[in-house]
């Protein structure tokens, strides 16, 4: 827990949430600005800043709440994006892991993961890049 933390205050009941689930390492609440009806945030009880900064003890244990929540949601609509974003740059804005659950549903106009495909990549070259960053 920190203090100054959004989502640990969330936790301590310190801020109002919708809560769904609750248990020894997760928390699930409905994210106040949903993309779809029913679009949950799921975090770990303790604050981590991202999905490096997380042991894996606490990530392996994270993920079957998140799981156990997931099925419930893909109950609720019929299909289910989840993201995790990890810094600025990737649109993180609240700094403790968090993953959104999205429920989906047909024609809901929400767009999620669709890209333009980048052309003439030097894939070897990248494959090697990544590979070496895996080693260290
Ligand atoms: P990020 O962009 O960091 O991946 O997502 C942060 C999410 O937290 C956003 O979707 C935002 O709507 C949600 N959020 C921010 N403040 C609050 C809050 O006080 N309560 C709830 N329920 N969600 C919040
Ligand atoms: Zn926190």
């Not at 920190?2 to 997760?26: H, Q, V, W």
Request: aromatic share 8%; glycine share 6%; proline share 4%.
């Amino acid at each position: 827990m920190t203090n100054d933390c959004l989502f640990c205050k969330i936790i301590k009941g310190e801020i109002p949430s919708n809560k769904i689930y609750e248990d020894d390492y997760a928390y699930a609440f409905l994210d106040i600005n949903p993309s779809t009806e029913g679009h949950t945030l799921i975090i770990p009880k303790k604050h981590y800043k991202n999905i490096t900064d997380i042991p894996a003890e606490d990530l392996s244990n994270f993920m079957q709440s998140l799981q156990k929540v997931a099925k419930g949601l893909l109950q609720f609509g019929n299909g289910l994006n989840i993201i995790q974003n990890n810094g600025e740059t990737a649109g993180q804005l609240v700094f403790h892991l968090h993953f959104h659950l999205i429920p989906r549903r047909e024609a809901d106009g929400v767009s999620i993961g669709h890209w333009e495909s980048k052309k003439n990549l030097d894939m070897n070259k990248i494959q090697e890049n990544i590979k070496s960053l895996l080693n260290q």
